[in-house]
């Protein structure tokens, strides 16, 4: 559903273009410029190609009925563009259905088979922050963080793919008593090679028996914060393994970034900001933000509807919302963004809603982009529940991509024998990586999604699998046409006027992701795009067709389906392949 158009590209779509005449119709019908409507692309011909709640939008302003309205557009637009729409229903009580001229498509249909990535991109050069992965150093990344990763992912090519300036950030939690912890378990039965081997692994063993050990000897939580303690007043030894800890763990973590194919421009820990504190606060009492609550410090926000934000202990330590701000504050300075998303799970919502408020107090009549939640909900097992071992035991990302990536390694092997090893295992690891990830981006971000590997890798249905199937198969007709002649789009047949109208939706989907900030308007829209290219396999002729024009037309449609399903599986961070 398209809501608005912010933004001006190359192409428009047709979608965009109905949106244009109609909100040009307000304007010369009632002097109108700042209704908003949406028009929605219908999936059943007999209801028209496109409709419009736009009379029921304009209804209060205007005090009229939304079929008076929707009778008033259909006149208007049947004599001012008469050469784009080629019928007009007015429906339901005040809908506007609109049939278009065959034109519009066919004009359409010539664009398409030339269009790049440039064809896409805004006028305009905004600048983004979108902060994703942020795992705990020293602890395995869990199924959270992956989804994170992969969300981020997508949102970070979403607006480079739509022109904006991405700057990607990984925030690490490396801040906290667990590392007093941490340091006093290293230093009692800690080993330097064996972290040096498996960073993670060990440094989790370390921790899990200082919990162990902690049940018989008690006096190590009080060792732990002091240690801690000492690292807060930047103690030179405790430091330096506090980098080292962030530096082994960075190892393990930009192994499985590879595998997945993701990048970080920026990647800070939540200690780099621990020194603001002091300065945070002090600003932020200077402004008189700041209440005394028995002993801590507080921003209050019940003006807000929300709880106060705790910005220091009675004990006088600061907490996770200090370093925050100083983060945030840190981001502005240096990097000025537009727009700054953080891709955290749900269960964060109270927290960025506190720290939106204390920084929008801060900022008081100033334009600084706020802290945005790109929230999103649990992974669960192929049983629906919260992944875990049959012991409860947490899983982790690592576990998962592994075990996808045997699973496809198997399904290779099954199906493709004759290729050599190597082309098998090129293929299972893109494939494997390609369902993972699609399998977490193809339900909204608001929800929780299933990971289920035998769905995730099927063949059919909808995968990602499914997906580099359909762009294979008809990159080999490509590859079996050789040179496309003269093509003539007028003797394009309906079934062929309907893959064309689908493809004109790419730039739709595209705005519907970055405007929701959700992956699965795009991967439900390269779904119904490869079902509709398959159908169409089935029931029409291309390269058998005996009226070479219409020949040409259709390789010239499969020619824009493989650019558009290639700059969409990009966009996903999946790769299209053109053997399967």
């Not at 410029?33 to 736009?54: Q, T």
């Not at 970070?156 to 008593?177: Q, S």
């Not at 989907?509 to 991967?523: F, G, K």
Request: hydrophobic residues 40%; positive net charge; glycine residues 6%.
């Amino acid at each position: 559903m398209l809501g608005h158009i912010a933004m001006k590209r190359r192409f428009i779509s047709p979608q965009e273009l109905v949106f244009g005449i109609l909100k040009d119709s307000a304007a010369n019908l009632w002097g109108v410029k700042d209704c908003e409507f949406s028009v929605e692309a219908k999936n059943v011909p007999a209801f028209g190609d496109y409709s419009s709640n736009i009379a029921f939008a304009l209804s209060p302003r205007l005090g009229k009925k939304p079929p008076e309205i929707a009778e008033r557009i259909k006149t208007h637009l049947e004599t001012a563009h008469a050469d784009t729409v080629a019928k007009i229903d007015v429906a339901g009580g005040g809908f506007v259905n609109l049939f278009l001229a065959r034109t519009v498509f066919e004009r359409s249909c010539t664009h398409l088979a030339a269009l790049s990535p440039k064809d896409f991109r805004t006028a305009h050069r905004q600048k983004i922050i979108v902060e994703f992965s942020s795992p705990n150093v020293a602890k395995p990344m869990h199924v959270g963080n992956l989804r994170a990763t992969i969300l981020g992912d997508f949102l970070a090519r979403l607006h480079e793919f739509l022109g904006y300036r991405v700057i990607r950030w990984n925030h690490l939690g490396d801040w906290g008593t667990q590392f007093g912890k941490l340091i006093v378990a290293y230093r009692r039965w800690g080993e330097k090679k064996r972290i040096d081997s498996s960073p993670i692994e060990e440094m989790l063993a370390l921790y899990v028996r200082f919990h162990r050990e902690v049940k018989d000897d008690p006096g190590l939580e009080a060792e732990a914060r002091a240690e801690f303690q000492k690292l807060e007043a930047k103690d030179k030894e405790n430091t330096q393994l506090l980098e080292w800890f962030l530096d082994e763990s960075l190892k393990d973590f930009n192994k499985l970034y590879r595998l997945l194919g993701v990048r970080f421009d920026v990647v800070k820990g939540e200690s780099t900001y621990a020194s603001d504190s002091t300065r945070v606060i002090k600003e932020l009492t200077d402004a008189g933000m700041v209440q005394k609550s028995e002993g801590a410090l507080i921003v209050p926000l019940e003006q807000e509807g929300l709880p106060p934000a705790l910005i220091q202990k009675s004990d006088g330590s600061t907490l996770y919302m200090t370093r925050e701000i100083a983060s945030y504050q840190h981001r502005l300075k240096k990097f000025r963004p537009d727009v700054m998303l953080y891709v955290v799970g749900d269960e964060q919502a109270l927290h960025f809603r506190q720290l939106a408020a204390v920084i929008k107090k801060i900022y008081a009549g100033r334009d600084v982009p706020a802290p945005e939640h790109t929230m999103f909900g649990l992974v669960l097992g192929p049983d629906k529940k919260k992944f875990a071992t049959r012991e409860g035991n947490m899983v982790s990302a690592q576990e998962v991509v592994g075990e996808i990536l045997v699973r496809a390694h198997q399904v290779v092997a099954e199906k493709q024998p004759q290729l050599s090893e190597a082309e098998r295992n090129a293929i299972a690891n893109e494939t494997g990586v390609g369902a993972l990830k699609y399998n977490l981006l193809k339900d909204s971000r608001f929800s929780a999604v299933v990971f289920d590997p035998d769905t995730a890798l099927a063949l059919s249905g909808n995968s990602g699998p499914y997906l580099q199937y359909t762009f294979a198969r008809f990159s080999k007709i490509l590859t079996k046409a050789g040179k496309v002649g003269k093509a003539n789009v007028s003797t394009l047949e309906a079934s062929d006027i309907e893959l064309v109208k689908k493809l004109t939706a790419f730039p739709d989907a595209l705005e519907a992701s970055r405007a929701d900030r959700s992956p699965h308007h795009l991967a439900t829209y390269l779904f119904e795009l490869a079902t509709l290219a398959n159908g169409f396999y089935e029931s029409t002729p291309i390269l058998k067709d005996a009226d070479a024009p219409r020949r040409n037309a259709r390789l010239e449609l499969i020619r824009a389906l493989c650019a558009t399903m290639s700059m969409g599986l990009e966009i996903l961070g999946i790769k299209a392949l053109s053997a399967l």
